[in-house]
């Protein structure tokens, strides 16, 4: 009888070590406090030159022949002096602001950069996210600055903060491991700023695992004493109790009989 009160006592003890243990680690191996850093998007200077890109594209085939690949990877788009001479020279040579020019540069800097960087975009990659926002940020910030194309900046600014609300939505179904890490909540939380919400619950369990991340012992702490009854905390006192006590005797009997 006596042996199997042992047997349960460790048992209980080991169970509860087990389960403080898992969430240790679980948290542990989820933190990551890597700083970011906000990037340039792309070198500013460039030496493209759109119109001899262009010079024999008809205007019938212009958006569907643009040299776009080329285009984001030379013309230096992440500059709006750049941009704002590329809508001038199209401006020029085909004289259709809105259908051509405007419809063109769309394409180019929606479109045709998500899949030119799609290998960036395939797997949670926080440094390109975070420059991706921040230039995408800087559009709509040129679109208040430069009315007359406004509506270029505003759309590539609304594409890109909705395409990045979408993939870190898809990164935290592809690894749910991701909420705790704090480069990705950095980067929920910028999205929010700009009201582009990224939509995740923590369960009872998870929301233990994203406290202990972020070191927020004292507000577990408060939540347990605060929030569950006396009969709770006097359980979880004699568990921890029991567990300290069922190791000591555990050991001391081990020790014991290795004497003899």
């Given at each position: ?7 349960i ?6 169970s509860t ?22 990037l340039?998007e792309?070198?500013p ?12 594209i ?40 809105w259908?051509?020019s ?8 929606t ?6 960087k799609?290998k ?7 440094q ?30 609304e ?32 999205l ?21 991340t ?9 939540r347990i ?7 709770t ?8 109790f ?16 290795s004497?003899?």
């Open positions: 009888m006596f042996k199997k009160v042992n047997l006592l460790l048992f209980v003890s080991v070590t087990v389960a403080f243990i898992y969430f240790i680690i679980t948290a542990t191996e989820n933190y990551d406090d890597t700083d970011l850093y906000v340039e792309c070198e200077y460039s030496e493209f030159n759109l119109s001899k890109e262009i010079k024999n008809d205007s019938s085939e212009i958006v569907k022949k643009f040299p776009y690949k080329k285009y984001i990877g030379e013309s230096g788009y992440c500059d709006v002096n750049n941009i704002s001479n590329h809508i001038m020279i199209l401006d020029s040579n085909y004289n259709n602001h259908d051509i405007m419809n063109t540069l769309l394409v180019a800097l479109d045709s950069l998500k899949e030119y799609s960036e975009l395939a797997e949670f990659n926080p390109f996210l975070i420059n991706k926002i921040e230039w995408a940020k800087k559009m709509k910030h040129y679109g208040e600055c430069y009315p007359n194309n406004k509506f270029l900046f505003d759309v590539t600014y594409f890109w903060m909705s395409q990045i609300s979408s993939l870190m939505y898809k990164y935290n179904g592809d690894n749910s491991k991701l909420r705790y890490d704090f480069r990705y909540k950095y980067l929920v939380s910028c929010s700023m700009e009201k582009y919400f990224v939509s995740f619950g923590f369960s009872k369990k998870e929301k233990m695992i994203n406290y202990l972020e070191g927020r012992y004292m507000y577990i702490w408060n004493y605060k929030s569950t009854s006396l009969l905390k006097l359980t979880l006192v004699f568990l921890i029991l567990t300290i006590f069922t190791f000591i005797f555990s050991f001391k009997k081990i020790f014991l009989n004497k003899k």
